[in-house]
């Protein structure tokens, strides 16, 4: 990958992986990866943005895509696992942030099942019912339900650890 | 909780230090940790393999003085390359920039019917191979002199293509479990490697279809 695409178009735009990576590793290894991961893909697909969305929206959806179908590295020897919710497992990177309290929404949103990840993400990001439908491919009505539903999962989760 | 959802993000965003890209290591030589790219790495692994393999098995058959079993497993393996380059060329057309349902279900169609037609001639390389192995034993000098001590052991008088007729059973009979087995096999060890995979995809299509509904 050239530097200078790096600098010039995924750097800006960091924030985004970063926020969306962290929603699916449990470590800051696994983040890395991730982080990687999805700056590689978004080089491999650079030539196919149409600019019929924005380049924001375009490194949302490659995000999404990759962080979904995401092999972890075991710790031990080479093998690879994929990403699930592990409500069972130790989530060993709460202090991922400075602030505590997204560290406490970021420890309850990794208990929700991939999607509802994805779609609570976009929501948090302030992106449209209509939007968010067309990056997760569903339609605005379900969207708005399910994101009430997801809503009330985390009030719960944040709820119990107070 | 005092503060909504919704606040603690805005808030919590506002002064965070840990927004900081992590540092980039030799990215353009990284190998993709992604199910689709670890696949297509698999296919074009297994098409140089194959490739080898056929070269092996001839030279190798051949120094051990079966070069037509070299030959015909070099012919066995040449449609499963046939196949292995069609599906890598099939798998490029997937894309990661569509909506995450389109993504997903474009990669399970692709990864079904990659496994379908893997199977379909794995049923029949499968008890193939078995028959050529077989026919090779036969036709050797430790297997005539074998069949010699079995025919003395059981004499008959029924031969089939100059073999006692219960050793053409016997080899009929394991050729058809072989072959009725063969796509059980393959799965099983599809299953062994990619079996999490395989239910992650299964819970994410499901997930995603309910949404949609």
């Given at each position: 990958m050239g530097s200078d695409f790096y600098q010039l178009s995924i750097l800006p735009f960091a924030s985004i992986i970063i926020k969306i990576c962290r929603?699916y590793t449990?470590?800051q290894e696994d983040f890395e990866d991730y982080y990687q991961e999805v700056c590689l893909q978004i080089w491999r697909s650079k030539d196919n943005f149409n600019q019929?969305c924005e380049w924001s929206t375009w490194i949302y959806r490659i995000s999404l895509n990759v962080c979904?179908?995401y ?25 991922a ?28 990001e ?37 | ?15 965070e230090a840990h927004l900081t890209a992590p540092k980039i290591n030799d990215l353009y030589n990284r190998k993709s940790q992604n199910?689709v790219d ?57 894309s990661k920039e ?116």
């Amino acid at each position: 990958m050239g530097s200078d695409f790096y600098q010039l178009s995924i750097l800006p735009f960091a924030s985004i992986i970063i926020k969306i990576c962290r929603a699916y590793t449990n470590s800051q290894e696994d983040f890395e990866d991730y982080y990687q991961e999805v700056c590689l893909q978004i080089w491999r697909s650079k030539d196919n943005f149409n600019q019929q969305c924005e380049w924001s929206t375009w490194i949302y959806r490659i995000s999404l895509n990759v962080c979904l179908t995401y092999l972890k590295r075991r710790k031990s020897g080479d093998k690879q696992i994929v990403s699930d919710a592990l409500p069972e497992e130790v989530i060993d990177d709460s202090k991922a942030f400075v602030s505590d309290e997204i560290n406490q929404l970021y420890s309850a949103i990794k208990h929700l099942s991939e999607t509802d990840r994805a779609i609570i993400l976009l929501y948090l990001e302030e992106k449209s019912y209509d939007e968010i439908a067309e990056m997760i491919g569903s339609n605005s009505n379900n969207i708005g339900v399910r994101i009430n539903r997801i809503k009330g999962k985390l009030n719960k989760f944040i709820n119990q650890k107070d | 909780m005092t503060k909504s959802i919704e606040t603690m993000w805005k808030e919590g965003f506002v002064n965070e230090a840990h927004l900081t890209a992590p540092k980039i290591n030799d990215l353009y030589n990284r190998k993709s940790q992604n199910i689709v790219d670890k696949l297509q790495n698999m296919f074009a692994l297994n098409i140089k393999a194959l490739i080898l393999g056929c070269l092996i098995m001839l030279v190798m058959m051949s120094l051990i003085g079966a070069p037509f079993l070299g030959l015909y497993i070099c012919c066995l393996l040449l449609p499963l390359i046939i196949i292995a380059k069609k599906e890598l060329k099939k798998s490029f057309n997937l894309s990661k920039e569509q909506s995450s349902y389109d993504y997903i279900m474009n990669f399970n169609s692709w990864l079904k019917s990659s496994i379908k037609a893997y199977s379909r001639y794995y049923k029949f390389f499968y008890p193939m191979f078995f028959i050529g192995m077989a026919i090779q034993g036969i036709v050797s000098k430790a297997g005539e002199n074998l069949i010699a001590l079995l025919v003395e052991a059981v004499p008959t008088g029924i031969m089939i293509l100059g073999q006692p007729y219960y050793l053409i059973v016997v080899l009929a009979i394991i050729t058809l479990i072989v072959a009725k087995y063969a796509e059980a096999l393959y799965r099983l060890d599809l299953n062994i490697v990619y079996g999490r995979q395989f239910k992650k995809l299964d819970e994410l299509i499901t997930d995603m279809e309910e949404l949609r509904k």
